[in-house]
T-cell receptor, first 115, second 113 residues
Framework: AQSVTQLGSHVSVSEGALVLLRCNYS??????LFWYVQYPNQGLQLLLK??????LVKGINGFEAEFKKSETSFHLTKPSAHMSDAAEYFC?????????????FGSGTQLTVLP | DGGITQSPKYLFRKEGQNVTLSCEQN?????MYWYRQDPGQGLRLIYY???????QKGDIAEGYSVSREKKESFPLTVTSAQKNPTAFYLC????????????FGPGTRLTVL
């Protein structure tokens, strides 16, 4: 079984400040890990994904995430927040085969960027 | 451009009516999914299909039905048995050739009056 925990359902940062969104996963097999972003009334868009090629993954819009196996974490960061980053962010985990290929999502973190 | 389309974007129905949400993809993906999203909640899986003519219930299938007659299409019917159908519905497909990444449609917001 696999699961995802996102710590903090709401995170507020000032414009220009560091963004840190936390994600911890549980998986019985080496996972694939994903971060998605959702703007109001839109579908989910992939920010980045970990596929075992490199532990530090760079994505779109200046976001990156680091896979830490020892901590079972995949936290999302961005050095300097922009107003346009305000959105909901979802972490997800997938296994390699069979029913585990489905994505299991965290409950989401709403990011507010303050001027 | 390849992608997933959902229609309509907004849908209003009277209580007790069945309604069908459309989902089409031209990505040549085998697996497709339907999720429900309520305010402040994550995504909950309604139904999924791994291949044409086959589908399985997800976590909240009661009051919903699907069909998968074509690879490109995976329509969702919200029946009158669904007690609280007002929600945002998302369709997705899975790329088995790229680490199970799921691609999402723009969503349909269903409001039952």
């Amino acid at each position: 079984a696999q699961s995802v925990t996102q710590l903090g359902s709401h995170v507020s940062v000032s414009e220009g400040a560091l963004v840190l969104l936390r994600c911890n996963y549980s998986s019985s097999v080496p996972p694939y890990l994903f971060w998605y972003v959702q703007y109001p009334n839109q579908g989910l868009q992939l920010l980045l994904k970990y596929t075992s090629a490199a532990t530090l993954v760079k994505g779109i819009n200046g976001f990156e995430a680091e896979f830490k196996k020892s901590e079972t974490s995949f936290h999302l960061t961005k050095p300097s927040a922009h107003m346009s980053d305000a959105a909901e962010y979802f972490c997800a985990v997938s296994g390699l085969s069979g029913s585990a290929r489905q994505l299991t999502f965290g409950s989401g973190t709403q990011l507010t960027v303050l001027p | 451009d390849g992608g997933i389309t959902q229609s309509p974007k907004y849908l209003f129905r009277k209580e007790g009516q069945n309604v069908t949400l459309s989902c089409e993809q031209n990505l040549n993906h085998d697996a497709m999914y339907w999720y429900r999203q309520d305010p402040g909640q994550g995504l909950r899986l309604i139904y999924y299909s791994q291949i044409v003519n086959d589908f399985q219930k997800g976590d909240i299938a009661e009051g919903y039905s699907v069909s998968r007659e074509k690879k490109e299409s995976f329509p969702l019917t919200v029946t009158s048995a669904q007690k609280n159908p007002t929600a945002f519905y998302l369709c997705a497909s899975r790329n088995d050739r790229d680490h199970n990444e799921q691609f999402f449609g723009p969503g349909t917001r269903l409001t039952v009056l």
